[in-house]
């Protein structure tokens, strides 16, 4: 499969250069804004505090390379564990704690999970990794309700394929536990004929889609498409590559939806660097302003499909 996988990058190769170049987009058509980034955390809203905290689940992408560090603790399952259960020099405490360090309100540490599976490039590993997903979140709201008597407030992070991961939750059948994603904050995920159209289903009250030009590894992700045959009245499905075989970085337009692609000092991102103690530091407040945009947006119906959002940050903070 890994042969067949690398035989095929090698034979797109060209295409994938010219995937990668910018888009002939007009800049017309391009909505731009500038951010810039200080050092302090987003202070709290006194008059508009909750008193049950919000619950965070991190999603994790593929992990082509596996390293020991993320699975050891987690001793190879796939399961929701608590941030505050890991040591604290793990890489998704010292993310979770950044995070909440940066907007306490909105990313409290005490609610704050991530949710480990096996991130293999697979998309029946990404669909068993959903079911799981899913049925964690309803034992977690279920706990919460006995412990805060309402519904909690859901927010998912997922970088890479974890965004696919969590959008094929909406493809589970469930009216007897349902719930739903108040915010799905997407980093880099490789957007998927399968699953691309899963974000305008119920289950997701609020989609943020954040991409770079540089990302070669979103558009590498592969994809598959079903054909069918049909021998003596019996159909059967084998699958192909999808032509081109490469994922996008843009998911059709949505007024729930807001997608920009990001740059950090003029200068677009790698895929990795979305998942940094860097990035998180600054994800809080980019999503503050993505959300004053989108209002901007939607009270002028200018919703555009092309947002690039040019971040300026002091250097001495990367």
């Known amino acids: 499969m890994k042969k067949d996988l690398i035989s095929l990058f090698m034979k797109f190769s060209p295409l994938i250069i010219l995937i990668s170049l910018p888009s002939c987009v007009h800049r017309k058509q391009i909505d731009r804004q500038k951010l810039f980034i200080d050092a302090k955390p987003i202070e709290k809203d006194i008059a508009n505090t909750?008193?049950?905290?919000?619950?965070?689940i991190w999603v994790h992408g593929t992990l082509i390379l596996?390293?020991?560090s993320y699975h050891l603790v987690f001793e190879d399952k796939t399961s929701l564990v608590p941030i505050l259960t890991l040591p604290d020099n793990h890489h998704f405490h010292q993310l979770a704690s950044i995070i909440a360090q940066h907007n306490s309100a909105d990313f409290p540490l005490e609610e704050f999970y991530i949710f480990s599976w096996s991130g293999k490039l697979q998309e029946q590993e990404r669909k068993n990794a959903a079911h799981k997903l899913y049925n964690e979140i309803i034992s977690l709201s279920s706990t919460y309700r006995?412990?805060?008597g309402q519904e909690p407030i859901i927010r998912i992070i997922a970088h890479s394929h974890g965004g696919n991961v969590t959008l094929n939750m909406a493809k589970i059948k469930n009216s007897i536990n349902p719930f739903s994603i108040d915010s799905l904050i997407l980093l880099a995920c490789p957007v998927q004929e399968r699953t691309k159209h899963l974000i305008c289903t119920p289950m997701f009250k609020r989609v943020y889609s954040l991409y770079s030009s540089l990302d070669f590894i979103q558009i590498l992700a592969p994809q598959f498409k079903l054909a069918c045959t049909t021998e003596r009245g019996n159909t059967k499905h084998k699958k192909h590559y999808h032509i081109p075989p490469f994922s996008s970085r843009l998911?059709?337009?949505?007024?729930h939806l807001t997608q920009a692609k990001i740059k950090i000092n003029d200068f677009p991102i790698s895929h990795t660097r979305f998942s940094t103690k860097e990035f998180a530091a600054i994800l809080p407040i980019i999503l503050r302003k993505l959300d004053t945009w989108h209002l901007q947006s939607l009270a002028h119906n200018t919703i555009s499909k092309h947002k690039l959002l040019c971040i300026h940050k002091p250097k001495s903070n990367c």
């Open 50 to 56: 909750i008193q049950a905290p919000p619950i965070t």
């Open 66 to 68: 596996r390293k020991p």
């Open 146 to 148: 006995q412990k805060y």
């Open 251 to 255: 998911f059709p337009t949505y007024s």
